[in-house]
C-alpha cells in the first residue's frame, strides 16, 4: 500500500523533533493499514437496518488491490453499493491508501451536497408557493452548513495526529452527524407546502444522504476498531476528578472571564444610550471574522426587540448581560404566520465557541402560534451559563454539533427542547407552561436520523416543575418527558427532580408506532413524584428499567460531550460525572 500522504522518512538528521514525528507518522500508517485488515476479516459490525445493497460480481474472482481497500473501506456502510461505484470513480482504480480512500468517502458527498444546492436554486426560480420558496432559501443555507463541517471533516483528517486519536473521531462524528442533520432539516421544511418543490429536493438530496451517512459508518468503524485492539492511547476515556471545571473549548483567558463581574468588554449595547450601540445587531457588525481570540459583547439592560444571528464565521463571540431576567431579546417569529420552524429564532447561534452567560431571550408568539423558537444553536463548542429562553412550542432548539447549559431556565409546551445536537443540560429548571386546550406538553422532541450519530438530549441534575399557570389544569394537560421526532430519537433523564405532572406513561407517541422500537430513552436515579417507573410504557426502545450506573456514566459531560478534552478548572460550577449516590 501507497502512504505518499504521510511525508518520506529521509531527512530527517539528528533532528530529534522530525524524528518523534517521522515515529509518529509511521506508526499512524500501520494504524491505519490494522483499520482495513481489521475491517477486511470481519471485526466490522453491520449496523445496517435494511439499506444495504450487496456487491455486485463474484466474490470467488480475483479483485483488483485498489479494489480490495475499497470494499474494505465500504463494508461498514448502510449503502455499500453507491459507496464502492463512488469511490471506484474517483480513486480511479490506484489508490490504496485508506487514508485517501476515507477522505475521498467525504469528498464524493461534498459533491452530492453541492449537487443538491444547485438543484434548490433550480427549484427556487420555479417555485410559487410561498413557504415552498422560504424552505428552498433556507435549504440553499443549510446545504451550505453541510458542505462547511464535510469540508471541515476532510480538514481534520489531513491533519491526522496519533496523539489525538479520541479528538480526531469525537470531531469527525459530530460534524459528520451536523451534515446529515443540516440535510434533514432541509426536508423537514417542506411540512405543508404545496407543489412539487418537496419531492423534488428530497429527491436530489438521497445522493448525498446516503453518502454522507456512509462517511459516518465508515468513521464509526475506525474508531470501534481502535478501540477493539486495544491500543495504549486510545483507551476508554476516564472521568474527571474535578468538579468545578467547564469545558476545555472554553480558553484559559475565557474560563476567567466567566469568573469575574468586572470585565472589559469590546463593545457595549445599551438601549438608553450610554453604550456605543443601541441594538445587538449594531453590535454583532464590528465582530472580527474567524477570530481565535474572545469577543467580548455586553448588552445592558432592557428588552431588546430584535431578531439576532451569531453569524457561522463569527467565531469565540462572548455576549454577557445584567441577568437573565433584566436582558432580554424578544421576538414573534412564528409558523403560522408563514415563517419556516428554522427561522423563526429570536437569537441564532451559528459561529463556534459561542459563550452566553446572564441574559434572556423569548419568542412571544403564543401557543396559538404553533413552532415560534426562542433560541437555535448550531454553535460547536458552546456554552451558556445563567440564562433562560422562553416560549411555547419548540422554544429551544439544539440544532446540532457540542453543546452546554449549566444553570439556565428553560420554559415551553410542545417539544420546547428539540434537536440534534450532542447536548448536557445539567442542573437547570426546566418549566412546563399552559398549553392549548386541545394539546399536550412534551419536554423533548430528539432528532437522531442515523444510530450511529454521537448525539441526544442528556437532562442532568435538572428540575421539572410546573408554571403557576399551568398547574390548575396539569391534570387535564398532561406533560411527557420526550417523543419520537425521528427514527432513533435519543433522550436521557437521569438524577433529576420529576414534579406530579409528569404523566405516569413517562414517554408520548410521535404518530403510530414510529421510532418506538429504534428509540433510546432513559431514567436514571430521578426523584420526585413524576419519577416513579411503574406505569412507564413499555416500547422496544424504552431503557427505564434496564439502565445501569455503568450505562448513565457514558451520558455524562465527560464522556457524552468529551469533557475530559475541554474541562479544565474554572470558577464556574461543573459535574463531569454521575453525582455521588444520595447527593442530588
Known sequence: MSYQGYGQNSGTGNNPQKKKKMAVMGISSLILVAMVVAITVGVSKNHSSGKNEAATGNDSEEIHSSMKAIKAICKPTDYRKACEKSLQHVAGGNTTDPKELVNLAFKVAVDKVKEALGQSKVLKNAEKDPRASKALENCKELMGYAIDDLK????????????????????????????????????????????????AMKKALVGASELTSNSLAIVSELSTILTDLKLPFFKRRLLSQSCSDLPSWVSDGRRRLLTIDNITPDV???KDG????????????????????????????????????IPKKMWNVMMIGDGPKNTVISGSEN??????????????VVGEGFIGKNFGVENTAGPEKHQAVAIRVQSDKSVFYNCQFDGYQDTLYAHTHRQFYRECTISGTIDFIFGN??????????????????????????????????????????????????????????????????????????????????????????????GLKTCFYAEFDN??????????????GIKTTTIAADQAEEFTVSVFIQGDQWINSTGVPYTPGLLAKNAH
Open 274 to 309: 450610554s453604550g456605543k450601540f443601541k441594538t445587538i445587531n449594531e453590535a454583532i457588525a464590528t465582530i472580527p471574522l474567524k477570530s481565535n481570540s474572545t469577543y467580548i459583547i455586553y448588552v445592558k439592560e432592557g428588552v431588546y426587540k430584535e431578531q439576532v444571528t
Open 527 to 540: 426523584k420526585g413524584p413524576g419519577a416513579t417507573l411503574t406505569k412507564r410504557v413499555t416500547w422496544g
Open 268 to 270: 457595549v449595547v445599551a
Open 152 to 199: 471541515s471533516s476532510m480538514a481534520k483528517l489531513g491533519e491526522f495526529d496519533l496523539t489525538k486519536l479520541h479528538e480526531l473521531m469525537d470531531d469527525l462524528k459530530i460534524w459528520l452527524s451536523a451534515s446529515i442533520t443540516y440535510q434533514d432539516t432541509c426536508i423537514d421544511g417542506f411540512d405543508s407546502t404545496t407543489g412539487r418543490a418537496g419531492a
Open 421 to 514: 445536537s450532542a447536548v448536557v443540560f445539567q442542573n437547570c429548571k426546566i418549566i412546563a407552561r399552559k398549553p392549548l386546550d386541545n394539546q399536550k406538553n412534551i419536554v423533548t422532541a430528539q432528532g437522531r436520523t442515523d444510530i450511529r450519530e454521537p448525539t441526544g438530549i442528556v437532562i442532568h441534575n435538572c428540575t421539572l416543575v410546573a408554571d403557576p399557570a399551568y398547574s390548575p389544569v396539569k391534570s387535564k394537560l398532561p406533560t411527557f418527558l420526550g417523543r419520537p421526532w425521528k427514527e432513533f430519537s435519543r433522550t436521557i433523564y437521569m438524577q433529576s427532580q420529576l414534579d406530579d405532572f409528569i404523566h405516569p406513561d413517562g414517554w408520548l407517541p410521535w404518530m403510530g408506532d414510529f
Open 335 to 348: 409558523f403560522i404566520d408563514g415563517t419556516p420552524t428554522f427561522k423563526t429564532a429570536t437569537l441564532a
